[in-house]
């Protein structure tokens, strides 16, 4: 399994941004943040292959959150814009998923159990 680190949370008002980033033993096919809420379910937030083919969870995501990656650092950064309290969630770092073709493009997947690979998450507090 790949060892993954986060860092990058922390507490901010409405509006404001935070660039959150994970640390990986080794670089997968695939990397994934997910959020998870207290008393909601996991859901993935954007997923990024090895050759920067990016998976957003819906529009709303692909406008205020982009995913990126350095590969000599084995890094993989969230930067999030425009945050909204109802961002508020513990934020995951995910490796280990396969690629999934969709014709001629290989992409992540956004399913949590698509990931074999789990970091100990990052504290995102958005208030109003």
């Known amino acids: 399994q790949v060892q993954l680190v986060e860092s990058g949370g922390g507490s901010v008002q409405a509006g404001g941004s935070l660039r959150l980033s994970c640390v990986a033993s080794?670089?997968?096919?695939?990397v994934a943040w997910f959020r998870q809420a207290p008393g909601k379910e996991r859901e993935g937030v954007a997923a990024?292959?090895?050759?920067?083919?990016?998976?957003h969870l819906d529009e709303s995501m692909r406008a205020r959150f982009t995913i990126s990656q350095d590969n000599a650092k084995n890094t993989v950064y969230l930067q999030m814009n425009s945050l909204k309290p109802e961002d508020t969630s513990m934020y995951h770092c995910?490796?280990?998923?396969?690629?999934?073709?969709?014709?001629?493009?290989?992409?992540?997947?956004?399913?949590?159990?698509?990931?074999?690979?789990w970091g100990q998450g990052t504290q995102v507090t958005v208030s109003s």
């Open positions: 990024i292959t090895r050759d920067d083919y990016i998976t």
């Open positions: 995910a490796a280990g998923a396969s690629l999934r073709a969709n014709g001629p493009i290989w992409s992540c997947p956004l399913r949590k159990d698509a990931y074999n690979s």
């Open positions: 080794v670089m997968t096919d695939c």
